[in-house]
């Protein structure tokens, strides 16, 4: 049994330690620096209000397992969750609209929630002023956790379990020896230890800067106050009776606590704050974790609030602070066992919200190897560099402080710092009225201005206002275009690493589903899983050589992944930074591409799925024949001091060809009609190959990690598929993310939607339960306050045979 030390005794801390103890690890050591059991850590003040709705479904299945973790655990009798419910309240059309939305996310995460009427919200909460109101979320099992109890329910049955936990002792050093910890050095001598993890909140940045390790988190001072008692809530005897309320329009929150009120307000500016500048314990006035209150910065909170809750007015304001906790540069924890020191665990930057569902799977992850839920959003080695720098940490903490409350839109890119990466091709995209988006800091067009020509040859339905966000009709003609021409696309944000060396095969057989046993010059398609078969990543491996491979994955995490697995003859290299790619894609292609190379590009000669190394015009490529759009065609990779050239041969040799730079938009279209998995979208590790339609891409014979779990599951009895669902009014648009239901009742979830438009329907591929996923069988989507009807379609919709990308 390995030897842990977890540091921090927050609500993360507690939870883990509980977590773990309750798994049979009962060796655990829990160091805090504050006192027992109210250590002046962020949970140590914060209200607890727990609102689940989130637009990521692991982030609200966190939430569930929290409410559902607190609700059971007693100390004395009493609950450590009071499920008084919530509500959100709209006061404009534009909210009351993104109510349903967020009605919607909840219950495709499996939380109860409705929009209920003015009149209904009042009833709930008598001090809401009914005039303001237009409706209201209404989520039953939300209310506010006893966090602080909690820690310490928690954290004696884990000391009864044999767990200790220390007080009054800091932790100073992380040692290590080998690549990986030995022990942590504290205020009160060495302990040694396996593994570490950190749970210590704002102070993260402090205890990763003992290891090496940048953290992406940024402590953010918030301002939250209490009123003095207030006749309005004289009736109310029990700790909190009223649901807790949100006004995101004012970017406020409110929950009862007695006789008086807490309001919290994210309206002010953001009151950033570095981890090394946090006081210590004895010196702090009331806690570390809280600084003197700003009143400056409050001014106008108190006005707003009347807004809603008139009988604020003029009340007496008793306790006030600028309570500390953290915010990262995507606004998901971190989570994992960091890449850079085998042994060193985070579970940081975690709500209270949260608190119990992470450190179940940190718990999960650390004893059976994964966790049940999906976490890539959240893993610890997701980061890209420029997300891990010190000032963009600062800025973007920052910005999503100030965004916390705010009506995003799925597609809304981050504005600033922009553009922050550009590849090769970004002048000649910037002449081509390019509209772009973010990603991976990247800016990436999504359609092009200098297409909207084509129009008056395709047409492309009208949407919504919400749904025409980011969006062009261009996108449309861009896709009908391509699949009759050829078109360009920007592919240079799909990360490709190399894998080289003696043993790179038999190490790349030993962790992907792929086989791999070809002759170089051959790609295939292929999945990481996970012991249990979960999908951990899809990846297209690419073989260059005997022993040298170009593989395209997904994320950090996959690079993380096999660097920390790969033995030490094998070199994983990230080379995304270095190279830029453009896809080639359309029934022109070929003519195209061979108008550029006296190497025989037929498709004898470079079949489907073979690879070439050749130059276009004066430019050495890679050429993969591959396209992700369901298209004859070539991916194309070259170095990235090429960029400019690669583009520009392209588009003059295109000119005989009526080549168009086509954007993510088209892209995207493409390839759902093609029905083409989007890892993290569509599929991610709670899902195993069978259950997604993916069991092609796994070898038969075993050999690699996850065939035992794999041969072991049954094709025929599965509980749930990934389907594609056409709607029945090719108008209706959904965006992804929108519950399915079935007769009333939510049976799943949508996961990408497009309009695809060279057949034009919508589609959008869900997950739905086994008995509902056979061709033909009816469901609806829940799209705002509309259903929609929708049909469970042919996968994929196009070119089934193909005989497009075959040919
Ligand atoms: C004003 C305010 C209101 C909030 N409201 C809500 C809310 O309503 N709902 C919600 O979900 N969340 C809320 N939050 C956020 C929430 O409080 C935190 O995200 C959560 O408590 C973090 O828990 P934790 O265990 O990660 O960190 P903490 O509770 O901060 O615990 C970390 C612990 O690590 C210890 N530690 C740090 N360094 C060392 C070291 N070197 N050696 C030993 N020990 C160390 C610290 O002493 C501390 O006790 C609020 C936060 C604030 C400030």
């Not at 220390?166 to 593994?195: H, K, M, N, S, Y």
């Amino acid at each position: 049994m390995p030897k842990i030390i977890i540091i921090g005794a927050g609500i993360v801390g507690c939870s883990l330690a509980d977590e773990l103890t309750e798994r049979g690890y009962y060796d655990v050591v829990v160091i805090e620096k504050g006192k027992l059991w109210n250590p002046g850590g962020s949970t140590s003040h914060a209200p607890g209000v727990v609102f689940q709705t989130n637009g990521s479904r692991t982030m609200a299945q966190f939430a569930s397992q929290t409410v559902e973790k607190l609700y059971g655990l007693r100390h004395g009798g009493d609950s450590c969750f009071l499920k008084v419910g919530s509500l959100e309240i709209a006061t404009t059309p534009e909210r009351l609209a993104d109510l349903h939305r967020r009605a919607g996310l909840a219950l495709s995460s499996g939380i109860s929630a409705h929009v209920i009427s003015p009149a209904e919200a009042v009833k709930l909460h008598p001090l809401l002023v009914r005039d303001k109101l237009l409706g209201a979320l209404y989520v039953p099992d939300d209310g506010i956790a006893r966090a602080k109890l909690a820690d310490q329910v928690m954290g004696e049955r884990s000391i009864s379990r044999g767990a200790r936990f220390i007080g009054d002792c800091e932790v100073l050093a992380i040692d290590q020896g080998d690549g990986r910890v030995t022990g942590v050095q504290t205020t009160q001598g060495v302990f040694p230890a396996d593994i570490v993890v950190s749970c210590a909140g704002i102070w993260g940045p402090k205890i990763g800067a003992m290891v090496g390790m940048p953290k992406a988190i940024q402590p953010l001072a918030h301002q939250l106050c209490y009123t003095a008692p207030m006749p309005e809530l004289s009736g109310y005897k029990g700790e909190s009776e009223l649901p807790v309320l949100r006004h995101q329009g004012s970017d406020l929150y409110f929950r009862q606590r007695e006789q008086s009120m807490a309001v919290g307000w994210y309206g002010h500016r953001p009151l950033t704050v570095r981890a090394e500048d946090i006081l210590p314990c004895d010196a702090a006035e009331v806690m570390p974790s809280q600084m003197t209150f700003t009143p400056e910065d409050w001014k106008g909170a108190m006005e707003q609030a009347v807004e809603v809750i008139p009988s604020l007015k003029d009340k007496e304001i008793v306790e006030s602070m600028n309570g500390l906790f953290s915010f990262t540069v995507d606004n998901f924890p971190l989570m994992g066992e960091w890449s850079g020191l085998k042994g060193f665990w985070v579970a940081e930057a975690v709500w209270i919200t949260h608190a119990c569902g992470v450190a179940r799977a940190m718990a999960e992850w650390i004893v059976e190897g994964q966790p049940k839920l999906a976490v890539h959003e959240c893993d610890v080695n997701r980061f890209e560099t420029h997300q891990l720098g010190s000032q963009h940490i600062e800025e973007r903490g920052a910005q999503n402080y100030i965004e916390v409350y705010d009506l995003l839109h799925p597609l809304q890119p981050m504005e600033s710092p922009r553009p922050l990466r550009t590849t090769g091709f970004y002048p000649r995209q910037q002449e081509l009225g390019g509209f772009f988006l973010e990603a991976t800091g990247y800016e990436r067009p999504q359609w092009y201005k200098a297409n909207t020509g084509l129009l008056a040859r395709y047409t492309c339905p009208p949407r919504d206002e919400w749904s025409s966000k980011f969006w062009s009709p261009i996108i449309g003609a861009e896709a009908c275009a391509v699949r009759e021409g050829v078109g360009l696309f920007d592919i240079t944000t799909l990360k490709r690493i190399e894998v080289t060396g003696r043993g790179a095969l038999e190490f790349l057989e030993r962790l992907t589903t792929g086989n791999l046993r070809k002759k170089p010059g051959s790609i295939t398609y292929c999945l990481l899983l996970n012991e249990c078969a979960g999908i951990l990543s899809d990846i297209t491996v690419m073989r260059r050589g005997e022993q040298d491979f170009f593989v395209g994955v997904n994320s950090n995490i996959d690079i993380n992944y096999l660097r920390l697995l790969a033995p030490d003859n094998v070199h994983v290299r990230d080379i995304t930074g270095g190279t830029v790619g453009l896809g080639l894609f359309g029934p022109k292609s070929r003519e195209l591409a061979q108008s550029l190379t006296r190497d025989d590009l037929s498709n004898e000669a470079l079949g489907y799925f073979r690879l070439k190394s050749t130059y276009l015009g004066h430019v050495p490529v890679t050429l993969c024949r591959l396209s992700y759009v369901g298209e004859l065609g070539y991916e194309i990779y070259t170095t990235a001091d090429f960029a400019l050239k690669l583009w520009d041969t392209l588009w003059q040799a295109g000119k005989n060809y009526g080549l168009i730079a086509a954007g993510r938009g088209a892209f995207n279209s493409m390839r759902l009609e093609k029905g083409y998995r989007s890892y993290g979208t569509d599929m991610n590790s709670e899902h195993n190959p069978h259950e997604a339609g993916l069991s092609f891409a796994v070898r038969k014979g075993g050999g690699y990690r996850g065939a035992e779990a794999f041969s072991s599951l049954d094709p025929n009895s599965l509980s749930r598929r990934l389907v594609c669902l056409v709607l029945e009014n090719p108008q209706h648009v959904v965006l992804g993310k929108e519950p399915v239901l079935h007769q009333g009742n939510v049976v799943g979830y949508v996961t990408s939607s497009y309009f695809g438009h060279t057949i034009g329907k919508q589609l959008a591929y869900a997950w739905v339960p086994a008995e509902l996923s056979t061709q033909g069988s009816s469901l609806t989507i829940r799209y705002f306050n509309c259903d929609y009807p929708a049909t469970v379609g042919q996968d994929p919709q196009y070119d089934p045979k193909m005989t497009r990308l075959k040919s």
